[in-house]
């Protein structure tokens, strides 16, 4: 017979998640550093270069380890066009409050390497329709009229 450990409420009263939110939000902070992890991989004939981020306690003896004594950690990955700065709040959350070591994924072309704050200028969909030119790898930038969407 399986016995249960858990189930998820049907229902959380808004109190109850406003009480729980200022309960996460006043534990103390662990110090955080964050890296970035650049790395290149070759699939279909293509390189194509990565950037993550790297967010986890200062202290690797602070990271969150599991029953068994491994290290735990997430690997996120934003949807849609963005990049990694789109989980970047809940990223720090998770490497601040609870000491798990984060990874920040994002999808190949989403990594703006020229700019060291990473920034992309302007928005993902120019005013004319045009989307922003993904940049597949490092110091290797391409012109719209290179490829079509």
Do not use: N
């Not at 808004?14 to 955080?32: F, Q, W």
């Not at 190949?108 to 597949?136: E, K």
């Amino acid at each position: 017979m399986i016995s249960k450990s858990w189930e998820p409420p049907e229902f959380i009263a808004r109190e109850r998640i406003i009480r729980d939110t200022e309960d996460v939000l006043g534990m103390a902070d662990i110090p955080v550093r964050k890296t970035e992890d650049i790395f290149r991989i070759h699939t279909l004939g293509l390189d194509w270069d990565i950037g993550v981020v790297v967010y986890e306690p200062a202290d690797s003896a602070r990271i969150t380890v599991d029953p068994d004594g491994k290290k735990a950690g997430f690997f996120l990955l934003h949807g849609g066009s963005g990049d990694f700065k789109h989980i970047e709040r809940v990223s720090l959350l998770l490497a601040s409050k609870f000491g798990y070591k984060v990874i920040a994924g994002t999808f190949p072309g989403r990594f703006c390497f020229p700019d060291a704050s990473r920034d992309w200028p302007g928005d993902t969909i120019h005013a004319d329709g045009s989307v922003r030119t993904p940049i597949w790898k490092q110091a290797e930038l391409i012109g719209a009229d290179e490829y079509e969407v």
